[in-house]
């Protein structure tokens, strides 16, 4: 683990983490169960407080961009904000040298606002208001995706020194959870119209981006729409236009599965279309792969019912809130690890403990509002916390605050797993190094 965190020193000492208090994660038995107790006990909460709480794990995201700079070493991540907006989240991805991928008028402004150059950030959106591509063209964001004629004119009209960037629609389907295509991306006949209105408007394009879906399951359609970039470039060619120079190839890489399959496939197809352009410039759109399992998401229960051998228990988060998933994917399951910290705090764990059939709840008053059916889980009361791991990936980003209860603004309190310098070593509460 340590051999990738060489920046971790780099994410710690950004601006918006500096400031900011750190809990140290234990690598031992305690675990999570111990970072989150020293979260409730000295994490600045009152004492009744039971709300829930998100913790960051720094250090993932350190080593997130360790694995991706090896195994797609010259691509630049241009992180995609509507994934996750959290502040110390953009300042750990623009400390370890992440441009930013943005898809609104006020993601552009939180980019902005980190100090991050309009250089860096990709305007990722193919269909804008004019007023969105207005204000990009006085903050001088001067790179956008297009897949219309139409957005054309209006970039023409709004912000005549921007470059696009043509988005086509991947040829081979991914077989994605989210499958973008059904909405965005030039198909192969409307390339060249796209091209002649870019050409004849005098705009200039650059180069070309896709995106396969989020959470593909088919890795080979990088393979189909890197050649099918490369079909778009030979095209602006042909029409006797400025060689292009950048190829974006987007998001929907996954940091727990098949993220080596995606990087090797995307190696050779760069290999077989691109290896004689020099000047070619390669950047990627992730959100997920460094939004999702650097985030943990503790949540209290809040309540519980007995029916016979079947346990029910209220949480205070639910899928008006972080836990949206399961609103959009009936066959999503989250992970939940039980802490008993109030009825059992001996063994917060619960190893070795009896299980019973659970139904979880989230705390809106509508019964679509039911996080995790025939479950297992120990015997809990209220007061105990469930905790789900990997909820940094369109949880928090797509949360409503749906019968008052704003889990859109759930805080967060950051932690990292080891450190080399004292002085955040200090900063442990629990005074273990
Ligand atoms: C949502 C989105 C992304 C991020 O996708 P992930 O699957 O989370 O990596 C990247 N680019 C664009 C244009 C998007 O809309």
């Not at 250089?119 to 903050?139: G, R």
């Not at 991306?185 to 870019?198: H, K, Q, S």
């Not at 809130?321 to 994917?329: C, E, P, Q, R, V």
Request: with cysteine; hydrophobic share 40%.
């Amino acid at each position: 683990m340590s051999e990738t965190s060489t920046d971790i020193e780099r994410v710690l000492s950004a601006p918006g983490v500096k400031e900011n208090k750190k809990f140290q994660l234990l690598p031992e038995e305690e675990g999570v169960a111990g970072l989150i107790q020293s979260i409730i006990d000295t994490g600045g909460r009152h004492k009744e407080d039971d709300d829930p709480f998100y913790v960051l794990n720094l250090t993932t995201i350190d080593e997130l961009f360790a694995k991706w700079t090896r195994s797609l070493r010259g691509i630049r991540p241009f992180y995609a904000v509507k994934c996750n907006r959290n502040r110390s989240l953009l300042e750990a991805m623009a400390s370890l040298g992440a441009g930013f991928d943005c898809g609104s008028r006020a993601e552009i402004e939180s980019a902005l606002s980190l100090g991050v150059p309009p250089e860096d950030i990709i305007y990722a959106n193919p269909c804008k208001a004019e007023s969105h591509i207005k204000y990009a063209a006085s903050v001088g964001v001067n790179l956008t995706t297009v897949d219309s004629v139409d957005e054309i004119d209006k970039i023409k009209r709004r912000h005549p020194e921007c470059r696009l960037v043509i988005r086509i629609k991947p040829p081979v389907d991914a077989n994605a959870k989210w499958d973008l295509g059904l909405k965005y991306g030039a198909l192969p006949g409307e390339v060249v119209p796209l091209l002649e209105a870019a050409k004849s408007a005098g705009l200039a394009v650059v180069g070309v981006s896709f995106h396969v879906g989020s959470e593909p399951t088919r890795m080979e359609a990088y393979r189909g729409a890197i050649a099918g970039a490369k079909a778009a470039f030979d095209a602006a060619e042909g029409l006797g236009m400025a060689k292009m120079t950048m190829l974006d190839i987007g998001g929907g890489f996954m940091a727990r599965r098949q993220f080596d399959e995606a990087a090797e496939i995307i190696g050779s197809a760069l290999t077989e279309h691109f290896a004689d352009r020099p000047e070619l410039t390669v950047i990627a759109e992730p959100g997920r792969f460094f939004a999702e399992t650097p985030f943990t998401l503790a949540t209290n229960i809040i309540g519980r019912r007995v029916r016979g051998e079947l346990r029910e228990y209220w949480i205070n988060d639910g899928l008006f809130g972080s836990l949206n998933h399961k609103a959009y994917d009936k066959s999503t399951v989250f992970t939940a690890t039980p802490l008993a910290l109030s009825s059992d705090r001996q063994n917060p764990t619960c190893e070795g403990k009896e299980t019973y059939v659970s139904t979880v709840f989230g705390p809106t008053l509508d019964s679509i509002d039911t996080v995790l059916t025939e479950h297992r889980l120990p015997e809990l009361r209220a007061g105990d916390w469930l905790v789900f791991p990997n909820m940094g990936a369109y949880c928090a980003s797509a949360a409503t605050s749906f019968n008052g209860l704003a889990s859109s603004d759930v805080c967060t309190y950051l932690a990292y797993a080891h450190s080399h310098s004292p002085v955040h070593a200090a900063e442990n509460e629990n005074g273990a190094k």
